[in-house]
């Protein structure tokens, strides 16, 4: 994975500025960064000092190894295990949004008695 050209440090630096009352577009361009990536950083450091931020890389550190030593033992994680695991420790796994459903049934589409009953973008040119 790339690395950013941002320390934590730095981040917070710069989320400290647009708290300030400096504008978002003002931020985005002396620093050099999209005003999505502000944003970003906003959601994961918003808040943050320096000290938490050391805190958040070591467990996420402690959270990549933790990952790598059953793969080395052979051990195959699934989710089941995972969140029994993660339960256990009393810690919170943030769940994926399952798959998007329509809220009601959809009214199926006329069938035309006659020709040229049928609605398309076709209709919007034609030719005189």
Not at 5 to 29: D, M, N, P, W, Y
Not at 52 to 69: G, Q
């Amino acid at each position: 994975m790339r690395r950013s050209r941002f320390s934590e440090e730095q981040i917070i630096l710069v989320l400290k500025e647009h708290e300030a009352g400096i504008k978002t577009a003002e931020v985005c361009r002396k620093h050099g960064i999209s005003d999505a990536t502000l944003y970003k950083w906003k959601a994961k450091y918003g808040g943050m000092t320096a000290s938490e931020t050391a805190r958040l890389r070591t467990l996420e550190d402690e959270n990549r190894r933790l990952a790598i030593l059953p793969r080395r033992e052979g051990v195959r994680m699934n989710l089941k295990k995972v969140y029994r695991l993660y339960r256990e420790e009393r810690l919170v796994v943030r769940r994926r949004g399952g798959r998007k459903r329509a809220l009601d049934t959809r009214a199926p589409a006329a069938i035309p008695q006659g020709a040229n009953q049928r609605w398309s973008p076709s209709t919007w040119c034609r030719m005189p």
